[in-house]
């Protein structure tokens, strides 16, 4: 493959020429994400591997791995992502989010890929263009959809100041030079003949690539953050090494100018879509950029997606905070979909544990506050819905952990995925969750546990791997997702929380008395069509629970307007009803 050192190497007229590109799905509503991080998930080499045994295994390494292992390269790759996609099919995933798999500074450990010293190459530790190419056309063949996460914010540690110190005060700091391979700040940044060559000699793991990228004014070069909450900090100052870009002028209005970076990192995308044909992109890190630098990028894209034949290419923004942020960040950027809203992923843990009120978590979906029309139109394939991730920035503090980290709450686990997978939104499951992984301790690297046999296993193990389709939770979630795929109901339409009552006089929502965990029936209502499915679970693990369950006035259950048993956690349960009919389902 030709070597692309410059936005200018890039033939888009051949590919558009010679490849016809795979359509995006009507309606991103009705797909499940599974989100992998490439170097932790496979390796492709689990026939030969050992399949974990819980018995036999379980703790078997006290203290699974040393530091330079559970926060380096471990060995996963995108030949294992392909070698796994029949295991994602079979449990119902149909898009795979990917995390960063560009190439990185060669002198640093970053597996998590938001290091990025090459945006127009693959890092080699995860495999070559063409193995990304063929992953998008099988994935493509099995109905399924390619999203990968990028970075436009900043590069990867590509360069050093001149001092040691650099917090943001919002002044300039002058730049050493670029990076070479070992991580010396020994290539010149100016803009000689001389200089030039000396950069083009680094070629391929020193400096940074494409080659606009290596001038010193695409980078706002003001030092880290120090104050994450403080504006315009958060924008222009670093991510600790990373070197934050200049992304242009003008702020979020209209008149926002972009930057020879911004452009360079746009087209640098653009180039994956067309060679790769995937079909979406998860955006990090937008808290961090202006709205118009944003807006730029998102209809850029757009439009280039859609001139492939790509109309409904998936732009998904991690927009952390709360609710009135996130329609404004859509508003004023185009984004399709949204991450992190109203603290999502503690709510539905909290939730699906009865650690906080069922209520809580279920108005998170309702915006009639701030639209002022259709409250559920806004929330349908416009926020991602998940729990467990890679980083779980919704935890306070510096301790990270999964779902199932907490022995006592783990049986509850299928409530949270049941929760997420039928509720309203998108559904996104990290990966280990359908296999229960545990993960927790001090920083994120502790919820990045290898899925193939590496020196950083689950359930602190090596050497065994984890593609368990006998797995009663994979069995489990594999047939709520057929569900989900099978009734338009469970992926449409509204969404209600549903009073409970024991004996069928007095109904309410299950409330929390004080600060322990409530034993209750949690139940709610989709309605689409004229139809009313009611869902609900148990969050008492020892005992079966009988509760009655109000649905809509209109609708008809066995001549009542009420009725429903589960059993004890994490039994689940769900009743479609015909409004103004009979009974259409039974399950």
């Not at 640093?108 to 190459?121: D, K, M, P, V």
């Not at 489990?476 to 509204?494: P, S, V």
Request: aromatic letters at 14%; one cysteine or more.
């Amino acid at each position: 493959m030709k070597e692309l050192r410059s936005i200018g190497d890039i033939d888009f007229t051949g590919f558009t020429r010679v490849k016809k590109h795979y359509p995006s799905p009507e309606d991103w509503e009705d797909q499940v994400i599974y989100f992998l991080m490439a170097d932790r998930f496979s390796d492709g080499r689990e026939r030969d591997e050992t399949l974990y045994d819980e018995g036999r295994d379980y703790d078997l390494v006290k203290t699974t791995g040393k530091e330079e292992e559970w926060q380096s390269w471990n060995g996963g790759n995108l030949k294992g992502v392909l070698s796994k996609l029949d295991y994602l099919e079979q449990l119902g995933i149909t898009a795979v989010w990917i995390s960063p798999i560009f190439k990185q500074v060669s002198f640093l450990e970053t597996y998590h890929g938001y290091g990025i010293q090459n945006f127009l190459a693959i890092d080699p530790h995860l495999g070559t263009d063409q193995d990304l190419q063929l992953l998008a056309e099988e994935a493509h063949k099995r109905g399924m959809r390619i999203i990968l996460d990028i970075i436009i914010n900043h590069s990867g540690d590509v360069f050093a100041y001149e001092q040691e110190d650099t917090p943001w005060t919002g002044e300039e700091y002058p730049v050493k030079g670029f990076r070479d391979s070992e991580g010396k700040p020994e290539i010149p940044c100016g803009e000689g003949e001389n200089e030039n060559k000396e950069r083009e000699a680094a070629w391929p793991d020193g400096a940074v690539w494409p080659r606009e990228m290596q001038d010193p004014s695409a980078y706002y070069r003001k030092g880290h953050i120090q104050n994450w909450e403080n504006y315009p900090e958060y924008v222009e100052g670093d991510f600790f090494s990373l070197k934050t870009h200049f992304l242009g002028t003008g702020g979020s209005g209209e008149d926002f100018q972009p930057s020879i970076a911004l452009k360079t990192i746009t087209e640098a995308f653009k180039y994956w879509i067309a060679y790769a044909d995937v079909d979406g992109f998860r955006v990090d890190t937008v808290k961090h950029m202006e709205w118009g630098a944003t807006r730029y990028f998102v209809r850029e894209i757009h439009e280039f997606a859609k001139s492939l034949g790509k109309k409904n290419f998936y732009l998904i923004g991690e927009i952390t905070g709360g609710l009135e942020y996130a329609v404004e960040a859509f508003k004023k950027t185009g984004l399709n979909a949204a991450l992190g809203i109203n603290r999502i992923p503690n709510q539905l843990e909290g939730c699906a544990k009865e650690l906080v009120n069922p209520e809580e978590y279920f108005a998170t979906f309702s915006n009639t506050r701030l639209l002022g029309d259709d409250d559920y139109r806004w929330y349908q394939d416009n926020v991602i819905t998940m729990f467990d991730d890679h980083d779980m920035v919704s935890q306070e503090g510096d301790w990270k952990y999964r779902f199932a980290a907490d022995n006592e709450t783990a049986p509850l686990l299928l409530n949270a995925l049941f929760l997420n997978v039928m509720g309203l939104g998108v559904p996104c499951i990290y990966y280990g969750t359908e296999q229960g992984f545990d993960g927790g301790g001090g920083e994120d690297s502790y919820i990045r546990e290898c899925m193939f046999a590496g020196q950083f296993g689950a359930f602190r193990t090596q050497g065994r791997h984890f593609f368990n389709t006998a797995n009663p939770l994979y069995i489990e979630l594999g047939k709520l997702l057929k569900l989900r795929h099978k009734y338009l109901i469970l992926r449409h339409g509204r969404q209600y929380l549903r009073p409970v009552s024991p004996d069928g006089t007095s109904f309410d929502y299950p409330r929390r008395i004080g600060e322990g965990r409530i034993a209750a029936v949690v139940a709610w209502s989709r309605i689409f069509n004229m139809e009313e499915a009611v869902l609900a679970f148990n969050t008492d693990m020892k005992n079966p629970l009988k509760v009655y369950i109000a649905v809509d006035s209109t609708s008809i259950l066995k001549g009542t307007n009420s009725g429903c048993c589960t059993g004890p956690a994490p039994k689940m349960f769900w009743k479609m009803l015909k409004l103004n009919g009979r009974v259409k389902h039974w399950l």
